[in-house]
C-alpha cells in the first residue's frame, strides 16, 4: 500500500501566488480601474550568505499569494530589499499594494 502526499496548504498559496500580477511601475496602471486592498509583504531569512541565492524570489512569491488571499489579482510593487538581521544571514523583504483591477 502505497500512501500519497497531500497537497494540502502550500499547493493552494501556489496557486493564489501563480493567479497575481506583478506590477512594478505605477504607469502600469495608468488607464485602469482598480480598488486598494493593502499592504502586503513577503519575507525570507536566509541562515547562509550566498549571494547567488538572495531570497528575493521567494519573498516576491510569499508576497503575492498572500494578496492572492485577499482576493487581490495584482501587486504593485514598492521595493524589495536583502537586510541583515537578527537569526538571518540575510533577509529579505518585498512590499507592495495588493490591488483589484477592475475589467470594464
Do not use: W
Request: aromatic residues 2%; hydrophobic residues 40%; positive net charge.
Amino acid at each position: 500500500m502505497r500512501l500519497k502526499k497531500s497537497a494540502g496548504k502550500k499547493a493552494k498559496s501556489t496557486s493564489a501566488a501563480s493567479r497575481v500580477k506583478l506590477y512594478l511601475h505605477p504607469e502600469e496602471l495608468l488607464g485602469k480601474p482598480f480598488r486598494d486592498l493593502g499592504v502586503v509583504l513577503g519575507q525570507n531569512c536566509r541562515e547562509a550568505a550566498n549571494p547567488a541565492q538572495s531570497g528575493i524570489p521567494a519573498a516576491r512569491k510569499q508576497m503575492l499569494s498572500r494578496a492572492g488571499k485577499l482576493k487581490a489579482d495584482a501587486v504593485l510593487l514598492h521595493q524589495c530589499a536583502v537586510n541583515p538581521a537578527q537569526g538571518c544571514k540575510q533577509l529579505a523583504v518585498c512590499e507592495g499594494t495588493a490591488i483589484k483591477v477592475d475589467d470594464v
